[in-house]
């Protein structure tokens, strides 16, 4: 297993297409902006087409590419195995990354289902490696500052922990059946998709939830057999087409441990929404909003103003106080979504050199995934569920 005291770490990709570009960029430009106690090695790109993972490896600057996850696994050369893969994958790499002996990073939600998350918490526990699930939002400077505030006490006891993930990407009827549409391999649709990461800043921001009740609903039963280009773009057969087998849309409330009523939506219906990510907090003493599509401001609202000056005040959180962004650039010259990873990465590899596991990692990528699968079977069973 790597040594903790190495000055450089060697990292295999299994992936690359939208989150392997977005974890790529994170490595390259990670010492460029932080002093990093491990420097990041890009040793080798996995991919099953070997014309696309080769183009891949030469555009992010991997040293090699392979075809053959497994080949990679049992390499001397790597010390930390990424993957970015379909969600059905997630379990069967983990597993052999962690036990032989790797740091293992893996993109959200951890698994397909509880029980695959479970066996991979088991697996990185057992082998005591270090374990990363990426929900990047938690690493946004506006929401670690709303977190400190929280902590703080500036807003007081929680009363309401509102979140809605909204976009649209899929709201035409012909784009194609792709492998986010097919609960086989993806576990479920919006719900896992994003609906995950506004679980995950809740549990981050608030704490656990206890009971949740949700309503969730396919509007496109059928669409073209297809496959994703790059990003959230796809092309699909002019002829063929197949069932789509997850929800387009979910609702859900929940009740929290501290008493905090919360209240979920996550869609990829919402028209005109490309990636609106947000989430809105009540306390007795105030309330902060936050939104992924302006994700360096916060809006805060402090109940003691004086009369006549109370309302939410903006935040541009890119002054040196603020979480990370000292490390960018001068006041309101704003950082953007990749930086995201690049905080989260830089996490996980100080965890790693001072032996010290972060977070979010595979337990919470296990609490999550707990909840996905209580919010889809109260929608399937039409009553509250509690999450044990």
């Not at 080798?44 to 087409?49: E, P, Q």
């Not at 699909?236 to 009523?261: I, M």
């Not at 929404?273 to 599509?293: C, L, Q, S």
Request: charged share 25%; glycine share 8%.
């Amino acid at each position: 297993m790597v040594g903790v005291n190495q000055k450089k770490i060697r990292v295999a990709m299994i992936g690359y297409q939208f989150m392997g570009k977005a974890h790529s960029h994170a490595y390259r430009d990670l010492p460029f902006y932080f002093d990093v106690p491990l420097k990041p090695e890009l040793k080798v790109v996995v991919g099953r087409n070997e014309e696309g993972v080769k183009e891949a490896q030469e555009k992010m600057g991997f040293e090699s590419y392979e075809t053959d996850w497994r080949k990679v696994i049992e390499r001397d050369d790597i010390d930390v195995v990424d993957i970015v893969t379909p969600n059905h994958t997630h379990a069967e790499i983990a597993i052999a990354a962690a036990e032989a002996g790797k740091h293992v990073i893996t993109e959200k939600p951890l698994a397909l289902t509880v029980e695959d998350a479970k066996r991979m918490h088991a697996a990185v526990e057992k082998n005591g490696v270090k374990h990363l699930t990426c929900y990047n939002y938690r690493y946004v400077p506006a929401v670690q500052f709303a977190k400190k505030l929280i902590m703080e006490g500036k807003i007081g006891k929680i009363y309401h922990f509102r979140a809605n993930y909204l976009q649209d990407f899929i709201v035409d009827p012909n784009f194609p059946l792709v492998w986010r549409l097919k609960k086989d391999v993806s576990g479920s649709g919006a719900l896992g998709d994003i609906g995950a990461h506004s679980i995950d800043l809740a549990r981050f921001l608030v704490g656990e939830i206890t009971e949740v009740t949700s309503m969730m609903q396919t509007f496109i039963k059928e669409r073209p057999i297809g496959e994703m280009t790059s990003g959230l773009s796809a092309k699909g057969s002019a002829t063929e087409k197949g069932e789509v087998t997850v929800d387009d849309a979910v609702a859900f409330l929940a009740r929290f441990e501290s008493g905090t009523f919360g209240t979920f939506e996550a869609t990829r219906f919402a028209t005109g929404n490309r990636n609106k990510n947000k989430f809105e907090i009540n306390g007795e003493k105030g309330a902060i909003r936050w939104d992924m599509e302006n994700m360096n401001n916060i809006e805060v609202y402090f109940h003691d103003d004086p009369e006549g000056l109370q309302g939410f005040r903006l935040i541009n959180c890119t002054e040196e106080i603020h979480p990370y962004t000292g490390a960018y650039w001068p006041a309101g010259h704003i950082i953007g979504y990749e930086h995201t990873f690049i905080h989260l990465i830089d996490e996980f590899f100080r965890g790693i050199a001072g032996d010290k596991q972060t977070s979010p990692n595979f337990d919470d990528g296990v609490k999550n995934q707990i909840i996905l699968d209580a919010v889809e079977k109260s929608a399937n069973e039409k009553r509250w569920i509690e999450i044990k």
